[in-house]
C-alpha cells in the first residue's frame, strides 16, 4: 500500500468597513483574497495522525486527535451572561443557547503536541477555548468566533454557515 496524503487548502476572505460579529453574519460581501494549497504526507502515529507539509519557504506539522465537539448553531453568538453585564471576567453564553455535538479532528503545531493539551477543548465554555488549535470538521465545517467590546471579550466555536 502506498503512502497516504493529505491536501490542506486555506481560504482567506475580507469584508470591507467594520461590523460587529452579528452585522457581519447578516450583512457583509465576503470577497476571497487569497486561496493556497498544502500537500504532505499523512501518517497515523498511536493515538492520532501526523500531517507534515514541508515546503522550502514553509512548514506546518500538525499533530491531529479525533474529538467530539460542543459547538454552537450556526449564526450563534457569544453574549454576557445574563445578570452579568459589565463583569470583565464574564466568559459568556451563546445566543441562541442551542449546541450540536460534531466529530472533528482537532490539530496543534508541533512534534511535541500531546493529547493532554487537546482534550476537553469543545468550545462551550468561553475563554478558556484553546486559539492556537485547528478544528475540521465535515461541511459546513465550524469555525471560531470572538465577541469583543467594551470590557466582555469572549470566544467560542460555531457550526459554519
Known amino acids: 500500500m ?12 475580507e469584508a470591507p468597513g467594520a461590523f460587529t460579529l452579528e452585522r457581519a453574519d447578516r450583512e457583509a460581501k465576503w470577497t476571497t483574497t487569497r486561496t493556497h494549497s498544502k500537500q504532505g504526507p499523512l501518517r497515523h502515529v498511536g493515538d ?10 514553509e512548514s506546518l506539522f500538525l499533530r491531529c486527535w479525533r474529538r467530539s465537539l460542543q459547538v454552537a448553531t450556526a449564526g450563534a ?56 488549535l485547528w478544528r475540521f470538521a465535515a461541511a459546513p465545517g465550524i469555525e471560531f468566533v470572538m465577541e469583543s467590546h467594551d470590557c466582555f471579550y469572549s470566544t467560542g466555536l460555531r457550526l459554519a454557515k
Open 48 to 57: 492520532h495522525i501526523a500531517l507534515d507539509f514541508e515546503r522550502a519557504t
Open 77 to 132: 453568538r457569544r453574549v454576557p451572561t445574563p445578570g452579568r453585564k459589565g463583569d470583565c471576567t464574564d466568559p459568556g453564553v451563546w445566543s441562541p443557547a442551542t449546541t450540536v455535538r460534531v466529530e472533528a479532528l482537532v490539530c496543534g503545531q508541533g512534534a511535541a503536541l500531546d493529547d493532554g493539551q487537546v482534550s476537553g477543548m469543545d468550545g462551550h465554555d468561553g475563554n478558556s477555548l484553546d486559539e492556537t
Open 2 to 13: 502506498g503512502e497516504r496524503s493529505a491536501d490542506l487548502v486555506v481560504t482567506e476572505q
